[in-house]
């Protein structure tokens, strides 16, 4: 039950340095379409790429995968309709009632993908080399360039300037441009307020200058020029644990109808001022036959 096109779909996704989950059946119980060892792919905007079981399972699947991806942590999810497993779903798992009428189960591995890091370090000094070394060795995408060259930059990329004086200011305003979500500039608190407040006379918002951090790194007191790449290393690592579950929350809705927390959907049906979504076309045809009797349930979570 391996599609391997998944794999050359991971790698692009990685390439491009976007998150997602794996979702893999681990255990089935029929009539479940699901087998064990079907695999699909979850995109952080909620794309399911693969095969793990019908429509039932697949917006469940999605929202767990989806929070899966803003809290970094894994989860083995038990699905079956509500009531099924009473008190014996064991330690560890997460029961998540669906409203299938084939009466199956399947218990599903999600595993969240972070993308590597990637680093983009500006400068040629021995610290700046020394930085892009250490965080090669921590698995990181890292690359030195002599100038402000921004175009592999996106909005997970970290920029350091490590410029020294030479074009600081332009280094800092190429970087803010390309929108990573970390500017560091490397040299003294006067020397930062120098160059921020030229860009500032220039026209650059101070939202975006109050994005730079300068002096960037742990303050680790007098060291060595080369271990300065350390104190640097050390506040990314910092910050990126400190954004570790900071995603979005995942917006879910019952179906007024079977009771199921689904993923909204595109094409809800309004009654009352009030948008409704299913989990499958029965429940939304059971709905329309009869507005009244379930629009009283609330259908947020």
């Known amino acids: 039950m391996h599609d391997w096109s998944l794999l050359d779909r991971a790698r692009e996704l990685s390439d491009r340095g976007e998150a997602f989950a794996w979702a893999t059946v681990v255990w089935r119980q029929g009539p479940s379409s699901g087998k064990a060892g079907c695999r699909a792919i979850v995109t952080a905007d909620g794309v399911l790429d693969g095969w793990i079981g019908g429509a039932c399972a697949e917006p469940a699947v999605i929202r767990e ?71 090669t060795v921590l698995g990181w995408c890292a690359e030195l360039v002599g100038r402000a060259e921004f175009d592999d930059v996106g909005p997970r990329s970290m920029v350091v300037v490590a410029t020294q004086g030479h074009f600081d200011e332009d280094a800092v305003k190429g970087a803010l441009r390309a929108g990573p979500v970390y500017v560091g500039l490397v040299g003294s608190r006067r020397r930062g307020e120098a160059v921020l407040g030229y860009l500032a006379d220039r026209g650059v918002p101070r939202a975006d200058l109050d994005r730079v951090r300068v002096p960037v790194g742990l303050d680790l007191g007098a060291v060595p020029h080369r271990e300065i790449a350390v104190a640097i290393l050390a506040e990314l690592v910092a910050f990126r644990a400190s ?47 009869d507005p009244s009797n379930y629009a009283r349930k609330d259908s947020r979570c």
Request: glycine share 12%; hydrophobic share 40%; proline share 9%.
């Open 65 to 135: 995968a989806l929070q899966a991806i803003a809290d970094g942590e894994p989860r083995l999810l038990l699905l079956g309709t509500s009531g099924r497993f009473g008190e014996a779903v064991p330690e560890g798992m997460t029961a998540v009632p669906i409203a299938c009428q084939s009466e199956g189960a399947l218990e599903i591995y999600v595993e969240p993908v972070e993308p590597v890091p990637h680093l983009l370090v500006v400068g040629r000094s021995p610290m700046a080399r020394t930085l892009v070394d250490l965080a």
């Open 243 to 289: 954004r570790a579950g900071s995603g979005p929350l995942v917006a879910e809705v019952v179906d007024p109808v079977c009771g199921m927390t689904v993923m909204p959907g595109d094409d809800p049906v309004e009654y009352e001022g009030q948008a409704y979504h299913f989990c499958c076309t029965g429940c939304r045809d059971a709905f329309g036959r």
